[in-house]
């Protein structure tokens, strides 16, 4: 077939001129041809680099898999845990303990300066340490003496039967076991105390306080205490009996004073008059130091006993 270059219609390969516009065709089978060849041509040029084109992309996803398979078959390399602590946000933590203490000390009754919650338990952590350390060194050199004075009778008296003299310890007393048990015992009376005390916070006052702003108030109030419990562990290693007992009264006095403060201090609308809170929270206190005595006075019996076996045997 011939298409004529001039109105393209299509003729028989065998006529020489368009039967539509009389153009003459003698020369457009080779300019058609000409033009199907130079398209076949483009085509095929096109074919061919897309097929080239496809083979690449194959041969890199195939190099892809590969290595990835690769990695995947390798054993993974341990890397090394790295565990910082921020010593710089725990300095800054510590200084800023410190100025909130020594503001305490110096202003006890301004409870208005910002703190963290954490604060006031520490306080009452280190109290409770300080006081079962002193124990721990008081109880160490009275069983001490005990134990000397008892060898002396035993002794003397061996000495007039006419036996064999020979120094023993009489008493048995686990000083460090003891005050641990001491300071368990003291933390969590301490922690009943304190919760008590702020349920008849809660009842008195409408508005509800956070337990560790409560905390924190007391703490503040009593932070003194610190202060006599390091002179309570002083005086006991001076073995100074009487000036312990002096701080010791102090420290109680400081604790009822702390404790009646929540209540008489806060302000905000109230269910009950404050002074009904205060004597409820007196009743609590004498209770808490009943127990404490009944604990001492175990203890005291204990090394009692333990004195008293040791001298009949």
Known sequence: MKKCPKCGAQMSSDTNFCTECGADLRNALASNE?????????????????????????????????QQMQQAQQPAQAQPVRRSIDTEQAKQTAASYWQWLLGSWAHPTNTEAPTSKWFGVVSIAIEIFLFCASFFTMVQKAVAYLNQQANNVSNGLAALLGQQQNNSNFIHFNSFGT?????????????????AVYGINCWVFREKESFFDFVNRFAHYTNVILITNLLFFLFSLMSAYTMMALVLILSIFLYVLGMTMVIVTRQGSQRLDRLYGAIFVAIIILIALGILVAICGTAVEIAFKSLTGGLGN
């Open 179 to 195: 005050s641990f048990e001491i300071f368990i015992v003291l933390l969590l009376l301490d922690a009943a105390v304190l919760g």
């Open 34 to 66: 000409s033009v199907q060849a130079t398209e076949t041509f483009e085509t095929n040029g096109k074919v061919e680099n897309q097929q080239q084109a496809n083979q690449n992309t194959q041969q890199t996803a195939q190099s892809q898999t590969t």
